[in-house]
């Protein structure tokens, strides 16, 4: 995924009513912008470190930047806008990137499924077979652990429910941690933030839901997923 033009840089100051950001930028201006994650941002960020953000070129938007890219505490670079995953993530399968994923022949985006009236992130299908994809943006971090969710998240519960369902019924069925953060090594639950959802994903693994991870590469001029990483079962 390019950036067109390259993200802007700035220093954040401060994130608040969710969905806001403060940044200084190189000019010592300092702007409003749109920050577009809806979780805590836990470990995600701190004041006065760099961070990066696009800009929609629209002038008749109230807030037309948006912030991309932090800088956590220990320095590493965190993709904060959520929206990104899901494209990252077809991206990487079109391109032949995630290994374990190729082999179909058509890729959908956002379709119905399930009992609880809930929307596939990607759905594959081929020969052998569907293969749903429920993609989650992994951003919290204790040292080189990678934890998801970083809030509780009743939503990402009742998708592992579904995917169970599907994997209980012989369909593939695949988790798909989207890791933005060039300092996590390791993907897990958040068994301490949310211990629904974890209990959640270790029944949807009996099950045979998979779980795969992969690390993305972060920088002004683009992100893209890299290597894979190791899932760790609680």
């Given at each position: 995924m390019k950036f067109d033009p390259v993200l802007g840089e700035g220093l954040l100051l401060s994130r608040y009513k969710r969905f806001l950001a403060d940044i200084q930028l190189p000019s010592g201006e300092i702007i409003t912008i749109h920050c577009p994650n809806t979780g805590s941002m836990k470990n995600c960020w701190a004041e006065n470190t760099p961070c990066w953000f696009s800009?929609?070129?629209?002038?008749?938007?109230?807030?037309?930047?948006?912030?991309?890219?932090?800088?956590?505490?220990?320095?590493?670079?965190?993709?904060?806008?959520?929206?990104?995953?899901?494209?990252?993530?077809?991206?990487?399968?079109?391109?032949?990137?995630?290994?374990?994923?190729?082999?179909?022949?058509?890729?959908?985006?956002?379709?119905?499924?399930?009992?609880?009236?809930?929307?596939?992130d990607l759905l594959l299908s081929g020969e052998d077979g569907d293969c749903y994809v429920e993609v989650k943006n992994v951003t919290l971090a204790e040292g080189a652990r990678g934890m998801f969710p970083d809030a509780v998240s009743a939503r990402g519960a009742k998708h592992l429910r579904e995917l169970q369902k599907l994997a209980e019924s012989g369909v593939r069925a695949v988790l798909f941690y989207c890791v933005q953060h060039t300092g996590i090594e390791t993907?897990?639950?958040?068994?301490?933030?949310?211990?629904?959802?974890?209990?959640?994903?270790?029944?949807?693994?009996?099950?045979?839901?998979?779980?795969?991870?992969?690390?993305?590469?972060?920088?002004?001029?683009?992100?893209?997923?890299?290597?894979?990483?190791?899932?760790?079962?609680?």
């Open positions: 800009d929609s070129g629209n002038p008749k938007r109230k807030y037309r930047h948006t912030l991309e890219i932090t800088t956590t505490p220990e320095g590493a670079l965190a993709g904060v806008n959520t929206s990104r995953a899901n494209a990252l993530v077809e991206e990487a399968v079109r391109d032949g990137v995630i290994r374990e994923l190729q082999g179909y022949d058509s890729l959908r985006r956002e379709v119905k499924y399930g009992e609880e009236n809930s929307r596939i993907v897990e639950a958040a068994a301490e933030i949310d211990p629904t959802y974890a209990a959640a994903l270790a029944r949807a693994v009996d099950a045979g839901v998979e779980v795969i991870a992969y690390r993305a590469v972060l920088s002004a001029a683009e992100i893209r997923l890299g290597e894979r990483l190791p899932f760790l079962a609680n």
